[in-house]
């Protein structure tokens, strides 16, 4: 699977957000995948202290049942 890291990203001190996407192909079936996420990652003390991923569950469902 191919990352493509998006020029957008929103941040403050304390959380940022980014937006990226993946390309790749399906191990089980074959199939192609591609899909857009947003992370939202929250650092306390310069740590992360909490990551938040967002994504189209039906591109996942998708490519899972592809039949190729």
């Known amino acids: 699977m191919t990352v493509t890291q998006s020029a957008r990203r ?3 001190l304390d959380a940022s957000g980014e937006e ?3 390309q790749g192909k399906v191990v089980a079936t074959g199939g192609p995948y591609s899909n857009r996420y947003i992370s939202v ?3 306390t003390d310069r740590k992360i202290s909490h990551w938040r ?3 189209d569950p039906l ?3 998708t490519a899972l049942n592809a039949q190729h």
């Open 10 to 12: 929103h941040g403050r």
């Open 20 to 22: 990226y996407a993946s």
């Open 41 to 43: 990652i929250t650092l």
């Open 53 to 55: 991923d967002h994504l």
């Open 59 to 61: 591109r996942v469902i």
